[in-house]
């Protein structure tokens, strides 16, 4: 009887630098993520125009954060870092991590701005791998928190980061200045000045 797992390819976990993987990694993100992954983030950058609606120029923006990130390095004090799973020599997930240089926060922190796998390694268990990696890499570099936000409609990945030790410290609310107003009928107990909860 053959042993099942000599087939099975080593997956190892690295900071990404790269240049030739360029290619790889924005065909990775972008045949791999739907218009439910938006968050502010996405709106509040150059990757979305509105919730559910991906920029036409999304490949060159991606592009362009990815080529960035190849370039950067823990030594440099570079704040966005590309962390990558590989089985042999493929790419099967990526991260894309922002480190907070600013540091005036009580704790310091990061934020795990992407984490895209490929639909074949999805359920076996890379992206909690990936996740882990990430984390103590962070931690031995002091940084005590990771923050991360998921679309409003991205259910599987709240359930997923959930699973992972994540919890939901805010909702984020977004109201378009420029469409037509819209009157709503405001009762007093909505309608209190400075009560925001």
């Known amino acids: 009887m053959k042993n099942a797992q000599a087939h099975t390819p080593v997956i190892s976990f690295s900071w990404c630098h790269d240049a030739t993987a360029e290619d790889a990694l924005c065909k990775l993100y972008l045949d791999n993520v739907s218009a439910d992954y938006i968050s502010h983030s996405e709106l509040q950058g150059e990757r979305a125009d509105a919730p559910g609606n ?12 990815i080529r960035a990130a ?55 268990g890379i992206g909690s791998q990936l996740v882990e990696w990430v984390a103590g890499e962070l931690r031995s570099h002091g940084i ?7 679309g409003a409609h991205n259910l599987t990945a709240q359930t997923f980061f959930q699973g992972r030790g994540f919890k939901q410290v805010s909702v984020v609310m977004l109201r378009e200045l420029d469409a037509p107003e819209v009157t709503a009928a405001v009762d007093d107990k909505d309608d209190k000045d400075g009560d925001r909860g």
């Not at 920029?55 to 362009?64: H, K, Q, S, T, Y």
């Open 54 to 65: 991906w920029r036409a120029d999304l490949p060159e923006v991606i592009r362009g954060e």
């Open 70 to 124: 190849l370039s950067h390095d823990w030594a440099h004090g570079d704040s966005t870092l590309l962390a990558v799973a590989t089985a042999g020599d493929a790419v099967v997930g990526m991260a894309l991590v922002s480190i907070d240089t600013r540091q005036r926060a009580s704790k310091s922190f990061a934020a795990l701005d992407d984490l895209v796998l490929l639909p074949s390694v999805r359920g076996s």
């Open 144 to 150: 005590a928190r990771l923050f991360l936000e998921c």
